[in-house]
């Protein structure tokens, strides 16, 4: 075994996405990493597990049985333990193709983005509608709102915050996203699936913001850039699950020189004068325990490895579903998102459904898995929260559902002690906000601005 | 081993992934096979995704895409990814170090455990050029002299000038009982490298080659649902489709 070193530049706790995202620039920025895990797989709670792992991880099934084998070969199962999707044109792929990460993983369409209206035995599905065309053939809407609402697609997509000329009358820098609405006279229903399956809000705090418009507007447009990217939907899914992800960060940062152990403990994390200094750690699984210590002016981690630091600032659930048919009303799409907006199910956060299927290689043929996760509103019965989303499955072979899964945000901005802690995976359904957390302790712990592009350029050693 | 003879000959990607303990040689090997080049004490590797070398067999061409471990595999933290969809394993050890044949079996043992079931596994015995043996490898002229072909010393030699630790038989015995393909050989002088790599290409079954992008690419068979793929380097990507995938 070798020896680690007796100081890096940056040590890096957790092996999660935004953890590993960081080491990789930072690596082929030239920077010493030291990036270690307690578990004994990359990802932390952002890893794909198989069906036997997830079985024992919510312990769903009586002693001495083995479940799981009625599934196939556990290999063959990849389930995402948090449900995202890329957004095709977002900056998480705008991170991946720029360093070159792509070449480690392949990607796929997700077939459809879907929104539910009503509720009960009236819902219906459909395609959510990402321009002019797609809105004037939508059953959302009735024949009037179709026109009313193609002419609110064409106004975004003709948008320019700096171009007073293109706001309509309106003061965007004071008006909310509801007076907005009202100009193109948009439906309640209408602003529903806009708000919510286009500009991905949880909620609806964004309509009565005043100045939030040119944000929603971004938002839409990304979703609607996304769409045109590849057609179907405007997100894309990496073979092998979400699991890869970090995966191909954490080997971008190693090519750089980056040092990565997992299976290690961390017994004490080491501060001089109120800042960082290093760490204790014992690295398990191998005979004997390698026990270190090393140095390093900062340290970066997700919360779970800084709870005195992290506050909790909400609560998810989710349930992961085993099914063996696609999603009604989808068309049989082999992959899809649906959004429950809230108001349709009277609650105050959306509901997501995402599912992905054998088409990207996350179960054996003929199954498909299916996460329904919101943001807890109640403190119990946290099931009935989640109902609305479990009807839309029809027959489940196997359900995960834990409880509600703390949100954590740091304390401060680790500028005082050299700490710069991670936020959890939020709810939303994509990674933008994850991206924002990249860019956010990037800028906190390098002191500038993260600029992705061109970043392997002059520092790419060898190539093809 | 550019080729400009005739007929493009049907062209296919095979993912090789290195395994081995550090320092045994890896790079070097795949330094020597690709660009027919080798460093003394070679730092080790850095910043390569992965190197590419095409090998032409007579009835077609494979392009072996080379993973190296970039250093994973030292605190054991080798990720699933690396081994994934590989269609060959280049398992190296030092014949010069007995430990590094113990690492060597664990690789092969993980990858039975971990990779596709139709792998094709070459154990690499390499350092050949610090054992008497390599006196008789024959027909190169490159001066022998007392440095180690790979990037840390060997263990020095004993009397007869010879450190090999390994015996042929003991791991080509091995080998044998794994189905394994095994050779000996020298990053440094060469001997042995490129038929490690050709001897790989031609175990390799037909039918678990898939078609590079380019001409004819369209006639391979595709699995279900191939369209949805999408290529997010945009425009570097729809070049490639246009032109020979050379």
Redesign the interface.
């Known amino acids: 075994m070798e020896e680690i070193a007796p100081s890096y530049d940056v040590i890096v706790l957790g092996t999660g996405l935004t953890e590993c995202i960081l080491s990789g620039v930072l690596s082929v920025k030239g920077k010493k990493v030291l990036h270690i895990d307690r578990n004994d797989h990359y990802g932390g709670e952002a890893a794909s597990v198989n069906l036997e792992t997830l079985f024992k991880k919510y312990g769903n099934y009586q002693e001495g049985t083995k479940p799981w084998e009625a599934y196939g070969r556990p290999a063959d199962w990849n389930i995402d333990l948090v449900p995202k999707l890329l957004m095709s044109s977002g900056e998480l792929t705008n991170i991946l193709v720029s360093t070159d990460v792509t070449r480690y993983l392949e990607f796929k369409q997700v077939a459809g983005s879907y929104v539910q209206q009503g509720t009960g035995s009236k819902a219906t599905v459909a395609k959510v509608p990402s321009d002019a065309t797609e809105a004037l053939k939508s059953p959302l809407m009735g024949i009037f709102e179709k026109r009313r609402m193609k002419a609110f697609i064409e106004w975004v997509g003709t948008f320019d915050v700096k171009d007073v000329a293109s706001h309509k009358g309106m003061d965007m820098s004071n008006c909310t996203m509801k007076d907005v609405y009202e100009k193109f006279g948009l439906e309640p229903g209408t602003r529903d699936f806009i708000g919510h399956a286009m500009a991905l809000y949880l909620d609806d705090g964004y309509i009565d913001a005043p100045g939030k418009a040119p944000e929603t507007i971004d938002r839409i447009r990304l979703y609607g850039n996304s769409v045109a990217r590849y057609g179907k939907s405007p997100y894309i899914y990496p073979l092998y699950g979400l699991g890869e992800l970090p995966q191909g960060f954490a080997r971008l940062s190693a090519i750089y020189g980056g040092t990565y152990m997992l299976n290690a403990n961390i017994e004490e994390i080491k501060y001089e004068g109120g800042k960082f200094s290093g760490i204790k750690a014992t690295m398990t699984g191998v005979e004997p325990e390698m026990k270190f210590e090393t140095k390093a002016p900062m340290i970066l981690g997700d919360p779970s490895y800084f709870p005195d630091k992290a506050k909790v600032v909400g609560h998810v659930l989710r349930a992961i579903c085993v099914l063996k048919h696609p999603l009604a009303g989808t068309n049989d799409a082999d992959s899809c998102q649906l959004i429950i907006p809230q108001s349709q199910v009277g609650r105050k956060n959306d509901i997501y459904i995402a599912c992905v299927s054998s088409a990207h290689n996350v179960c054996p043929k003929g199954y498909y898995v299916a996460i329904v996760s919101t943001i807890a509103e109640t403190s119990a019965n946290h099931h009935l929260e989640l109902q609305p989303g479990i009807d839309r499955l029809g027959k489940i072979e196997e359900q995960f559902m834990g409880p509600p899964i703390p949100i954590y945000e740091p304390l401060e901005d680790g500028t005082k002690d050299n700490v710069f802690i991670s936020k959890s995976y939020d709810a939303t359904s994509h990674f933008e906000t994850t991206t924002d957390d990249v860019q956010d302790i990037y800028r906190r712990c390098a002191g500038e601005e993260l600029k992705v592009e061109g970043l392997r350029e002059g520092v790419q050693m060898t190539e093809e | 081993m550019a080729d400009s003879a005739g007929a493009p000959r049907p062209s296919s990607s095979v993912k090789l992934v290195l395994l081995g303990e550090?320092a045994v040689g890896k790079s070097s090997l795949v330094l020597r096979f690709v660009n027919n080049d080798f460093q003394e004490n070679k730092e080790p590797?850095?910043?390569?995704?992965?190197?590419?070398q095409k090998c032409n067999l007579p009835t077609r061409t494979i392009k072996f895409e080379i993973w190296?471990t970039?250093?994973?595999e030292?605190?054991?933290?080798l990720?699933?990814?690396?081994y994934?969809n590989a269609q060959a394993a280049l398992v190296v050890y030092d014949l010069t170090k007995p430990t590094s044949l113990i690492k060597a079996k664990h690789w092969v043992a993980e990858l039975q455990r971990?990779a596709s079931p139709g792998i094709v596994i070459a154990l690499v015995g390499n350092k050949l050029d610090l054992t008497n043996a390599s006196a008789a490898a024959g027909g190169n002229s490159e001066d022998e002299d007392e440095e180690s072909s790979g990037a840390a010393g060997g263990d020095g030699g004993d009397e007869s000038g010879d450190a090999r630790k390994i015996s042929t038989e003991e791991a080509k015995t091995y080998a044998e009982e794994e189905s394994l393909l095994f050779f000996e050989t020298s990053a440094k002088t060469g001997h042995n490298v490129s038929e490690v790599f050709t001897a790989i290409a031609n175990a390799i079954p037909e039918t678990s080659l898939k078609s590079t992008r380019g001409p004819g690419a369209s006639n391979a068979v595709s699995r279900?649902?191939d369209e949805?793929?999408?290529n997010?380097?945009?425009p570097r990507g729809d070049a490639a489709k246009d032109s020979c995938a050379c």
Request: charged content about 15%.
């Open positions: 550090a590797t850095i910043g390569a995704a992965f190197l590419t190296d970039a250093g994973q030292r605190f054991a933290s990720a699933p990814m690396y994934r971990q279900g649902g949805q793929r999408v997010l380097t945009g």
